[in-house]
């Protein structure tokens, strides 16, 4: 589903975004690490590494300290979701699609999940929400995004999916952004297999969160998802 997988990553990977964060005080990829982790709360960086999951370990902990003397974790993560309604009013073609039932929607499904596996979709969900319809319906797109996120790192520690070999299967290029710095051996036929089998019941497990919709809902969901998807376009 593009419209939860791939939208929200477009405000995170878009420069105004860091252009907000830096004018804050966050140095570049800090703020991305403070803005989505700062959903978290003032936790320790392990916490935040944990719920990051196929990212490095040194890069988020780096981040996570050097971070903390620019603004509460708070205000980052509140920074960070205004980054993403920036993107939206400047992005979204207003008349794609029905953004309040999108919005609407969504917020079904995360009103109804178990969080207990996703501490960063529960922050999330804690966030103040914008007042404008497209960036409400991509504000909870992007609780949708953390919630199979968390879905997926469960897939991907019961299939013996390592950090690292889920990004060099599933992305490679963006290795070096994720903070895998050093040149590594191409992931052999067996960890693929490994990967698609947690991919498969990642699917299965958002499912789940899914059915909070009827099956009506659901195909509704679906239809304003693929329209949300290319809305930018």
Avoid: I
């Amino acid at each position: 589903m593009p419209a939860v997988v791939g939208s929200p990553s477009k405000f995170m990977l878009d420069s105004a975004t860091y252009a907000m964060g830096g004018a804050a005080g966050h140095d570049g990829m800090n703020f991305y690490v403070a803005g989505r982790g700062g959903a978290l709360g003032d936790v320790a960086a392990p916490v935040v590494v944990e719920e990051f999951g196929v990212f490095a370990e040194a890069m988020v902990a780096a981040a996570w300290e050097a971070s903390a003397s620019v603004e509460p974790r708070a205000e980052a993560a509140q920074r960070f979701a205004d980054a993403a309604s920036a993107w939206a009013e400047a992005n979204l073609a207003a008349d794609a699609l029905d953004y309040g039932r999108l919005a609407e929607l969504a917020g079904t499904v995360l009103e109804q999940a178990d969080l207990s596996g996703s501490a960063l979709t529960a922050g999330w969900r804690e966030l103040a929400e914008p007042s404008s319809a497209a960036a409400l319906a991509l504000h909870r797109l992007n609780g949708l995004r953390e919630l199979r996120f968390a879905r997926h790192r469960e897939a991907l520690a019961a299939a013996g999916v390592e950090p690292l070999d889920a990004v060099l299967v599933a992305s490679p290029f963006m290795a070096p952004l994720f903070g895998w710095t050093d040149t590594y051996p191409e992931p052999d036929e067996e960890v693929r297999s490994r990967w698609a089998a947690a991919e498969a019941d990642t699917d299965v497990r958002f499912a789940a969160d899914l059915a909070a919709l009827s099956v009506e809902q659901l195909a509704e969901f679906e239809e304003l998802c693929a329209l949300f998807a290319v809305a930018d376009g």
